[in-house]
């Protein structure tokens, strides 16, 4: 059975370890801005996932992810020498797809604002179809009823 408090401790302190040495001890050129954003463990504490975010185009991204697979064995082995687990877990460096995502959610509420504005647009110069008050009102109603009876309304 496995304990996933622990994974998810072991987890938090993985991105920790991983943050720091990649400030403090990874002195890579190709390395640019690189924000750790998560990491994830299997249940069985082997393989750690983690995910990172780099700002500037796909050519420093494609620099940065380069800089950390070279980075990889002094990161996993200070890992597990600040977590003193029995066994250290593979790292694996995945790109995170958060910042795509956000930007195409972005696009998507850019274009649904200009759709409203356009639909707001034609609604100001718009007119009713029949009346202005589509709805029968009681005393309408009184009077309809009366001319079809044929009596006048006294």
Wanted: charged content about 35%.
């Amino acid at each position: 059975m496995t304990d996933t408090a622990r994974a998810r401790k072991l987890a938090d302190r993985i991105r920790v370890v991983v943050a720091e040495t990649l400030q403090r001890r990874i002195k890579d050129p190709r390395l640019g801005y690189v924000t750790i954003t998560d990491t994830r463990v299997t249940g069985d504490l082997r393989e750690a996932t983690v995910f990172y975010t780099v700002y500037g185009d796909d050519e420093e991204r494609a620099a940065s992810a380069a800089a950390l697979e070279s980075a990889k064995g002094v990161l996993r082995s200070e890992v597990g020498r600040q977590t003193g687990v029995r066994f250290t877990p593979t790292l694996a460096f995945v790109a995170d797809a958060l910042p795509d995502n956000a930007r195409t959610i972005d696009d998507l509420l850019a274009k649904a604002r200009a759709a409203d504005e356009e639909v707001r647009k034609a609604a100001t110069d718009a007119q009713y179809a029949g009346d202005a008050d589509p709805y029968r009102k009681p005393a309408e109603d009184e009077d309809a009823l009366d001319s079809e009876d044929g009596t006048s309304p006294a």
